[in-house]
């Protein structure tokens, strides 16, 4: 089976497991400390804060912006419901809103039409790795006194107009689980440059604790902390911490590579009248996933690949869909419509020409 997607872990990451053992310090330490300076390097950020996960990020950041019952979030439907239950678990709305056809990412316009005296946030999804209209969301954030929050759990080492997603606007969220452009196994991170909403989330991130940190970074107990402020179990271990710096380094090489396979990808089926292909700039996008539009046939056309041993699937089935969700649905006729048109096709970084070609004849023999 060619697999949808894979992640790309060897000797190099099990070794720097190895030292986190050899050390004893599984939890939050020095190599969470290395690690988030490594990514401030990358993205040259002012805070970058390690969770857990990249739906506590979310969460995180909601919480440490006061997020609470009546206040509204305006979130594409179009996304994995760890966007949506991190809005929710704050107890506040969310708010579901339109993507645009081509590019899949949030209808700026959309989010005009749905703005309220109790809109709090803007969420925007950057789609596959393809940058949203930064600077016509933080336009509008500014306009009505909004605060942005990003979910770039696709989009590590993407770039908008020259700059990488995280090194501005207001609050970014990434995600590194086993399938994103690179992996810490599990975890996540909040970046961002407000000094007082930053020391809050560094505060939040482990129940609260704020005297312990930088024993914790040295990997070194200390029985005096202070608990300032209510708090999650949301930060990052060492085992963790050490995978994510060893994909840090590869992530130059993980972009270019599925970048060359998108590019393949396009140009075998720029001329099949049965597909629509996606807005992409690939010379700024790190191409989380490869998605096409299938006119007649989607979801043949995936039983067909599964039945030539091709993974293939389906991101996102809509949340305003969702029974959890049901309160509130509202029609969103861009996003029902292509729900029932895309489809995910395999692309990770090990994949090989031939595992490609394989996926594009099978593709063009089902039509």
Not at 315 to 330: D, E, G, S, V
Not at 347 to 360: E, G
């Amino acid at each position: 089976m060619i697999p949808n997607s894979r992640p790309s872990i060897g000797d190099d990451e099990l070794n720097e497991v190895k030292k986190v053992f050899s050390s004893g310090w599984l939890g939050m330490g020095s190599f969470v400390f290395d690690f988030e300076n490594a990514v401030k390097d990358y993205l040259r950020a002012k805070y970058v804060i390690a969770v857990n996960t990249g739906t506590s990020a979310l969460h995180i950041a909601l919480d440490a912006l006061g997020l609470g019952d009546d206040d509204e979030v305006i979130v594409p439907s179009l996304t994995f419901a760890g966007t949506i239950q991190a809005i929710i678990a704050c107890g506040a709305r969310p708010i579901f809103c339109d993507v645009e056809e081509n590019t899949l990412n949030i209808d700026i316009n959309d989010v005009r039409s749905k703005i309220t005296a109790k809109t709090k946030v803007i969420m925007p999804v950057h789609y596959g790795g393809l940058a949203c209209d930064m600077d016509g969301l933080l336009k509008t954030a500014e306009e009505f006194n909004l605060r942005i929050v990003e979910d770039a759990a696709h989009a590590f080492g993407s770039n908008y107009k020259g700059r990488k997603i995280g090194s501005f606007g207001d609050i970014t969220c990434f995600s590194f689980d086993p399938i994103k452009n690179i992996t810490c196994g599990e975890g996540g991170a909040v970046v961002l440059s407000d000094d007082k909403l930053g020391e809050r989330i560094i505060q939040k991130r482990i129940l609260g604790i704020d005297k312990d940190t930088w024993h914790r970074y040295k990997n070194e107990h200390s029985w005096y902390y202070e608990v300032v402020v209510p708090g999650l179990r949301y930060h990052m271990s060492n085992i963790n911490a050490a995978i994510g710096l060893i994909q840090l380094k590869k992530i130059d090489k993980f972009i270019e590579k599925k970048r060359k396979l998108c590019r393949l990808y396009d140009q075998e089926f720029k001329n099949k009248e049965e597909i629509t292909l996606l807005d992409k700039d690939y010379g700024q996008i790190a191409p989380f996933n490869y998605v096409i539009k299938v006119k007649k046939g989607r979801d043949q056309l995936m039983e067909h690949l599964k039945n030539n041993a091709i993974s293939a699937g389906i991101h996102y089935i809509p949340n305003h869909q969702q029974p959890l969700f049901k309160p509130f649905y509202r029609r969103l006729p861009v996003t029902e419509s292509i729900f029932g048109q895309i489809l995910t096709l395999p692309l990770y970084f090990d994949m090989q020409d031939s595992d490609l070609f394989k996926v594009v004849e099978a593709v063009k023999k089902f039509f």
